[in-house]
T-cell receptor
Framework: EAQVTQNPRYLITVTGKKLTVTCSQN?????MSWYRQDPGLGLRQIYY???????DKGDVPEGYKVSRKEKRNFPLILESPSPNQTSLYFC??????????????FGQGTRLTVV | DAKTTQPTSMDCAEGRAANLPCNHS???????VYWYRQIHSQGPQYIIH?????ETNEMASLIITEDRKSSTLILPHATLRDTAVYYC???????????????WGLGTSLAVNP
């Protein structure tokens, strides 16, 4: 089954404790991205990756890092989490070109709370 | 990317058609209209997209006005499982730069009632 898998689904952590949210897709998609969703603000893009070893900032990258060493994985790293990073996070992937390139597939989300 | 305007909320009776409007009066000639939905904080789900012609798939129909300044997503026979937030997004097609990025508004919260 084609899917984007995020882990963990729920996480409560303390300020300053480094964490990684994993994202994996099994569709051989080139493009992957991370979004955060906050009440009243909608989904905002954090980082994106056009392909392996190619990453770039989205609209709200501060406080986050990403890496793309393999095509299927795109982890989101919070080196020193702060309470303002409490949010619902989504990973997404899509083909970069071709008939299905318009369709983005999303993971089920990671609800992060930083206390 | 052009901005979209959608009603905050709508109601629909189960079994009836749900017609969700979207205004995108500043849309450019190369921008597509996309619809996604999000069921109760799950990951958004792609529904349909179009450029200028009307489109239909197994989930919904998309009607785009001739001047492309507005569109309507139609769920022909709404069920309780269609209760969700529906997002209308416009985006440039193609592969250059970050054209895969989706700019999200707050969408329309559709409640399908028994």
């Amino acid at each position: 089954e084609a899917q984007v898998t995020q882990n963990p689904r729920y996480l409560i952590t303390v300020t300053g404790k480094k964490l990684t949210v994993t994202c994996s897709q099994n569709m051989n998609h080139e493009y992957m991205s991370w979004y955060r969703q906050d009440p009243g603000l909608g989904l905002r893009q954090i980082y994106y990756s056009m392909n392996v070893e190619v990453t770039d900032k989205g609209d709200v990258p501060e406080g986050y890092k990403v890496s793309r060493k393999e095509k299927r994985n795109f982890p989101l790293i919070l080196e020193s989490p702060s309470p303002n990073q409490t949010s619902l996070y989504f990973c997404a992937s899509s083909l970069s070109m071709g008939a299905r390139s318009t369709e983005a597939f999303f993971g089920q989300g990671t609800r992060l709370t930083v206390v | 990317d052009a901005k979209t305007t959608q009603p905050t909320s709508m109601d629909c009776a189960e079994g009836r058609a749900a017609n969700l409007p979207c205004n995108h009066s500043t849309i450019s000639g190369n921008e597509y209209v996309y619809w996604y939905r999000q069921i109760h904080s799950q990951g958004p789900q792609y529904i349909i997209h179009g450029l200028k012609n009307n489109e239909t798939n197994e989930m919904a129909s998309l009607i785009i006005t001739e001047d492309r300044k507005s569109s309507t997503l139609i769920l022909p026979h709404a069920t309780l499982r269609d209760t969700a937030v529906y997002y209308c997004i416009v985006r440039v097609g193609g592969n250059a730069g970050n054209n895969r990025k989706l700019i999200w508004g707050l969408g329309t919260s559709l409640a399908v009632n028994p």
